[in-house]
């Protein structure tokens, strides 16, 4: 099976501008999850969808959003961005019920810059 | 306090020496305990999993859980230049990951 994908690989925006990424999950997994990942803070949970509705949500302001279409692929959309909102964008995918540790397949990720 | 701490890193060591990683946690909930590991451009990728207290074994690599001190560990045998790479914790009932630590070896 192919791994999770995600577009672009790098991007770089000015403070103020809005991005959008993207994040195709492996054949069927419905579950995506998008995290970031900075040096100083590690991996941190943005939020999960599953079945195209968002499940969980972790602690980050409402300029991050996501939303996830009927074929599970997924997009995470950042507005009004700020310099630390530079980071790597991970997503992952995961089968929910396969196993009990919710093994999460992640990809090789987002490189977003703010300058 | 954070539900999961990881020893901070950067980690350098010479060519086989061994390496311990640690996690301490204060959620008694979590009942699985994992380690990933992410190489450089890379996502993390799971690398081992273990559910009671006690060791696990996967070639080089030894997991370890300490349930009533709240501790986990990785031990890396013989570490060669291919193991660089930054591990995380992580755990679950809800899925949580530690901060992670890059380690390095240097042949």
């Known amino acids: 099976k192919a791994g999770v994908t995600q577009t672009p690989r790098y991007l770089i925006k000015t403070r103020g501008q809005q991005v959008t990424l993207s994040c195709s999950p492996i054949?069927?997994?419905?579950?995506v999850s998008w995290y970031q990942q900075t040096p100083g803070q590690g991996l941190q949970f943005l939020f999960e969808?599953?079945?195209?509705?968002?499940?969980n949500k972790g602690n980050f302001p409402g300029r991050f959003s996501g939303r996830q279409f009927s074929n599970s692929r997924s997009e995470m959309n950042v507005s009004t961005l700020e310099l630390g909102d530079s980071a790597l964008y991970l997503c992952?995918?995961?089968?929910?019920?396969?196993?009990?540790?919710?093994?999460?397949?992640f990809g090789p990720g987002t490189r977003l810059t703010v300058l | 306090q954070k539900e999961v701490e990881q020893d901070p890193g950067p980690l350098s060591v010479p060519e086989g020496a061994i390496v311990s990683l640690n996690c301490t946690y204060s959620n008694s909930a979590f009942q699985y305990f994992m380690w990933y590991r992410q190489y450089s451009r890379k996502g993390p990728e799971l690398l081992m999993y273990t559910y009671s207290s006690g060791n696990k074994e996967d070639g080089r690599f030894t997991a370890q859980v300490d349930k009533s001190s709240k501790y986990i560990s990785l031990f890396i045998r013989d570490s060669q230049p291919s193991d660089s790479a930054t591990y995380l914790c992580?755990?679950?009932?809800?899925?949580?990951f530690g901060k992670g630590i890059t380690l390095s070896v240097r042949p």
């Open positions: 992952a995918s995961s089968d929910p019920g396969a196993d009990l540790m919710d093994t999460q397949y």
């Open positions: 992580a755990m679950c009932s809800k899925l949580t």
């Open positions: 054949s069927g997994h419905r579950s």
């Open positions: 969808y599953f079945s195209e509705t968002q499940r």
